[in-house]
């Protein structure tokens, strides 16, 4: 029901740790993105991947059935985090909820997307704009935010 407040670790964990409004941002590029363009998939950790992995398997299939076109994908996990993100034609990142790293490498991470002009969101606020369920999912924290400032 619409007056049941709805949300997710991951919009929790982008209100946190990082900047919603740049993932919410972000997430909204997800319309936008054409054939051939290249998507960073980047991981905090370094686990051993499984079979369906989320970051290199399932995300992709995702990203490319809600983009409704063919994309090139990128990776990157623990604390490598490519510095050439225009010279492979970036066009958006997605990133993990950044559990394993702490907020200045995070915040490192936003400020090195931002500085390209590439636009970043995660797992999670990626996943809530696919299902169409984010503008409901992450209004209450924006406007907590709102009523702050």
Known sequence: PEDIPLTSFSILMARYKGDLDAQVAGARELDRLENGDA????????????????????????LEKAAGKKLRFYFSSGHEFPEDLREKE????????????????LLSRFRESRNAEIPITNYGVALAAMQGILPRAAVPLLQEKQSRD
Request: aromatic share 0%.
């Open 39 to 62: 998507v960073l998939i980047s991981e905090g950790c370094t686990h051993h991947r499984q079979c369906e992995d989320i970051g290199t398997v399932k995300l992709p299939k995702l």
């Open 90 to 105: 970036i066009r958006l990142v997605v990133h993990c909820g950044a559990c394993m790293l702490g907020d200045t490498e």
